[in-house]
């Protein structure tokens, strides 16, 4: 099923977080880096921050878009300002382009992500490709 460009400038629900840093030091030990002194958050740590919603998929459903059939495509961040240990950041994502490649067997989901913190200053931009394979599509 082809994802309807009409979708594009949907705006999805904001994911609040306080960066605790505990949490802080496991991300930063999982993909093998250290916390510094000032306890800066590790650059793809924002990433994460959209998982903290209690349904971080729910968008994509709402879409028709089987999870089963999703690839991730590319990621990007554009750092405005650092984050630390005891930050309130918020996500505000939005899908902000759709395109289809393959003859429509490949669907691809452009959403950007904008991260500010409790002062509502802009931390930085995050840019997520998602890839949908659409079986029995160009047979």
């Given at each position: 099923?082809?994802?309807?460009?009409?979708?594009?400038g949907?705006e999805?629900?904001?994911?609040?977080?306080?960066?605790?840093?505990g949490?802080?030091?496991?991300?930063?030990?999982?993909?093998?880096?250290?916390?510094?002194?000032?306890?800066?958050?590790p650059?793809?740590?924002?990433?994460?921050?959209?998982l903290?919603?209690?349904?971080?998929?729910?968008?994509?459903?709402?879409?028709?878009?089987?999870?089963?059939?999703?690839?991730?495509?590319?990621?990007?961040f554009?750092?405005?300002?650092?984050?630390?240990?005891?930050?309130?950041?918020?996500?505000?994502?939005?899908?902000?382009?759709?395109?289809?490649?393959?003859?429509?067997?490949?669907?691809?989901?452009?959403?950007?992500?904008?991260?500010?913190?409790?002062a509502?200053?802009?931390?930085?931009?995050?840019?997520?490709?998602?890839?949908?394979?659409n079986?029995?599509?160009?047979?």
């Open positions: 099923m082809a994802i309807d460009p009409a979708v594009i949907t999805l629900a904001p994911t609040t977080l306080t960066v605790d840093e949490r802080l030091r496991f991300f930063a030990k999982a993909i093998g880096d250290t916390v510094d002194d000032e306890l800066r958050v650059p793809t740590f924002l990433f994460s921050i959209e903290e919603n209690p349904d971080p998929f729910g968008w994509a459903d709402k879409l028709g878009i089987d999870l089963r059939f999703v690839l991730h495509g590319e990621q990007a554009t750092y405005h300002q650092p984050a630390h240990a005891g930050d309130v950041l918020t996500a505000t994502p939005k899908i902000t382009d759709v395109y289809s490649k393959k003859g429509g067997a490949l669907d691809f989901i452009v959403k950007e992500t904008a991260v500010t913190n409790a509502g200053s802009l931390v930085a931009d995050l840019k997520t490709v998602i890839v949908v394979r079986p029995g599509a160009g047979k």
